[in-house]
């Protein structure tokens, strides 16, 4: 009985310290990460790659509601006392929740708004965002954005959507006592409509 328990001791006594086996239990896992790493690295740099946006909208957080301002744009002068030359415009509007008392037949309540943010579909978009006083958060779940709007700080975010339709979204910061009252919707539609309404309002 000795001599078979002494057997079978010598038998597994390799494992107790196999040289080989430490090396490779100990590299496997390593090249495992950095496989994994390698593809990470690169979808943390496409992230953080700035793209040439076809438009930019600034979007401003205020107690309690939001604030877009539409930058891109340049009117002619048309005053014959002065010189013809191109001068910037901002489109601004502001957007603010809908009272339950206002809401019409199938409109949803604390998500509709006044001025939804209208933007392009099949565009590269740059939304900038900032705050006018405390931390307000610009999120909406269908474009997975949620980008922190800080006072004195532009956070910037990319945005490219593929289809038309209304997204709705809510500040997600605790943000003050009407935090609960502040939406967001945002309306894509076809680029000739955006520039209607573009025109529109610069008129």
């Not at 205020?62 to 744009?73: G, L, N």
């Amino acid at each position: 009985m000795i001599k078979t328990l002494r057997g079978d001791v010598r038998r597994f006594r390799p494992f107790n310290s196999h040289f080989r086996l430490e090396i490779f239990w100990t590299i496997s896992p390593s090249i495992i990460l950095v496989l994994i790493g390698i593809p990470s690295f690169a979808l943390l740099y496409a992230m953080d790659e700035v793209l040439n946006p076809s438009l930019t909208v600034k979007i401003i957080g205020h107690q309690w509601f939001w604030h877009y301002e539409y930058s891109d744009y340049r009117v002619e002068n048309t005053d014959e006392d002065l010189d013809t030359y191109n001068f910037p415009v901002t489109l601004t509007i502001t957007s603010d929740i809908v009272d339950e008392s206002e809401l019409k037949q199938g409109e949803h309540r604390l998500l509709k708004v006044t001025n939804p943010l209208i933007l392009p579909e099949d565009l590269h978009i740059r939304l900038l965002i900032t705050s006018n006083d405390v931390i307000h958060s610009w999120a909406v779940p269908s474009f997975g954005i949620k980008c922190d709007a800080v006072p004195g700080r532009l956070n910037q975010v990319f945005v490219f959507i593929k289809r038309e339709g209304v997204f709705t979204g809510q500040c997600s910061e605790l943000c003050g006592v009407s935090h609960g009252f502040m939406p967001i919707e945002v309306k894509v539609v076809d680029i000739q409509l955006f520039e209607d309404f573009i025109n529109k309002h610069l008129a």
